[in-house]
């Protein structure tokens, strides 16, 4: 029987290898909320530093507290959004080369990112939220590790895809 040749490494190596990021941010991310809900009680704040704070809220919506106030049907259109998101994500990244690093990297991110987001509605039927950041009066939407992971994911890939453009109109 001919032995067969052997498939060059290299080529096999998918953007699967960036999981680990996405775990590593899960795990964080899951922590820091476990540390929100031993610490603090709702709406309870403290300073870190000037424009800086860690409050516990709870919100029921997506991001910007979208659709909070609605009666509940949100928790799973956010979360199959985020489910059906997560395994295209999957798909994509076992699909590109490992080579395509910095997609690869972007991929990851919003994957811990809606995964991160998933774990809180399915067991609080909410996600925690508890950075706030404030300028005044004036206090952005509070956000978690999740949305920060899925918001550097996001301008990566838009990062990504214009100096792809570029470099296209160069060549």
Same mark, same amino acid.
């Given at each position: 029987?001919?032995?067969?040749?052997k498939?060059?490494?290299?080529?096999?190596?998918?953007?699967?290898?960036?999981?680990?990021?996405?775990?590593?941010?899960?795990?964080?991310?899951?922590?820091?909320?476990?540390?929100?809900?031993?610490?603090?009680?709702? %709406?309870?704040?403290?300073? !870190?530093?000037? $424009?800086?704070?860690?409050?516990?809220?709870?919100? &029921?919506?997506? #991001?910007?507290?979208?659709?909070?106030?609605?009666?509940?049907?949100?928790?799973?259109?956010?979360?199959?959004?985020?489910?059906?998101?997560?395994?295209?994500?999957?798909?994509?990244?076992?699909?590109?080369p490992?080579?395509?690093?910095?997609?690869?990297?972007?991929?990851?991110?919003?994957?811990?990112?809606?995964?991160?987001?998933?774990?809180?509605?399915?067991?609080?039927? %909410?996600?925690?939220?508890? !950075?706030?950041? $404030?300028?005044?009066?004036?206090?952005?939407?509070? &956000?978690?590790? #999740?949305?920060?992971?899925?918001?550097?994911?996001?301008?990566?890939?838009?990062?990504?895809?214009?100096?792809?453009?570029?470099?296209?109109?160069?060549?």
């Amino acid at each position: 029987m001919p032995k067969q040749p052997k498939p060059d490494f290299q080529k096999r190596l998918s953007g699967l290898q960036f999981l680990w990021l996405s775990l590593l941010l899960i795990i964080i991310d899951q922590a820091t909320k476990q540390w929100v809900l031993s610490a603090f009680e709702l %709406y309870e704040s403290i300073e !870190i530093m000037p $424009y800086l704070n860690f409050t516990y809220v709870q919100n &029921f919506g997506a #991001a910007f507290s979208f659709l909070s106030d609605q009666s509940g049907w949100q928790r799973w259109l956010f979360t199959a959004l985020a489910v059906a998101v997560s395994v295209i994500l999957l798909v994509w990244l076992r699909r590109n080369p490992v080579g395509m690093w910095r997609q690869n990297l972007a991929f990851s991110l919003i994957l811990a990112g809606a995964v991160g987001n998933v774990i809180d509605r399915l067991m609080y039927g %909410y996600v925690i939220d508890f !950075i706030d950041v $404030y300028v005044d009066n004036w206090h952005w939407p509070a &956000f978690n590790v #999740a949305d920060m992971a899925i918001t550097c994911g996001a301008i990566l890939m838009l990062l990504e895809a214009f100096f792809e453009q570029r470099q296209e109109q160069r060549a």
